[in-house]
């Protein structure tokens, strides 16, 4: 079983839709959280980075973390076909700062 | 600096040879890591270096797979003898501290190689 499990999809919803990807993950070290954006053939970009249990707000995006159920969710509000992109958790409990990623949700925003 | 940067973006390489790749960091980042990522995976941890010292790596990373990266700026990652298993998107990142400072990683476009 994987550290970090990511929703498969993909997902394709209409534009202006509230999006929501999830990752569960079973090593309780885990301390941040982060929420990658990747466009095919690209690498990786950083959306979102929390450390704590709540939520953080950044601009349409939302990033969850709920600590004790192991749970973290980003939320897209009035989503537009340039978020269409794969969307990869990922978790760093050392350190060395090193992450471990989920396998992505592609997402694909319809005009 | 605009950026992290990985040469060459593609590689097309016959099974069995050798092949290299360079990671340029941004400038002012001293710990870089190195990933490998296949198609319908996240990338998958390889290696990281702290200025030039290279302090973990991988149990994916076979003896066939050396990463260095002298005077702490630039990194090359080598892979001999390669093997169509090998074919994937190997990815750079940098960052300027470590948990408390550094989770902010930034991605360069990355390597694809492809084995035949």
């Known amino acids: 079983q994987k550290e970090v499990e990511q929703d498969p999809g993909p997902l394709s919803v209409p534009e202006g839709a509230i999006v929501s990807l999830n990752c569960t993950y079973s090593?309780?070290?885990?301390?941040?959280f982060m929420w990658y954006r990747q466009y095919s053939r690209k690498g990786p970009e950083l959306l979102m980075y929390?450390?704590?249990?709540g939520n953080k707000e950044d601009g349409r995006f939302t990033a969850q973390v709920d600590k004790s159920s192991k749970y973290i969710s980003l939320f897209i509000r009035d989503s537009q076909p340039s978020d269409s992109a794969t969307y990869l958790c990922?978790?760093?409990?050392?350190?060395?700062?090193?992450?471990?990623f989920g396998d992505g949700t592609t997402l694909t925003v319809k005009p | 600096d605009t950026g992290v940067s990985q040469d060459p973006r593609h590689k097309i390489t016959k099974r069995g040879q050798n092949v290299t790749f360079r990671c340029d960091p941004i400038?002012?980042?001293?710990?870089l890591y190195w990933y490998r990522q296949t198609l319908g995976q996240g990338p998958e941890f390889l290696t990281y270096?702290?200025?030039?010292?290279?302090?973990?790596k991988s149990r994916l990373l076979s003896d066939r797979f050396s990463a260095e990266r002298p005077k702490g700026s630039f990194s090359t990652l080598e892979i001999q003898r390669t093997e169509q298993g090998d074919s994937a998107m190997y990815l750079c990142?940098?960052?300027?501290?470590?948990?408390?400072?550094?989770?902010?990683?930034?991605f360069g476009q990355g390597t694809r190689l492809t084995v035949v």
């Open positions: 990142a940098s960052t300027s501290g470590g948990i408390q400072v550094g989770t902010e990683a930034f």
């Open positions: 090593n309780s070290a885990f301390q941040y």
């Open positions: 929390t450390y704590s249990s």
């Open positions: 990922a978790m760093t409990y050392d350190n060395a700062g090193k992450s471990t």
């Open positions: 400038s002012e980042h001293n710990r």
């Open positions: 270096f702290q200025n030039e010292a290279q302090l973990e």
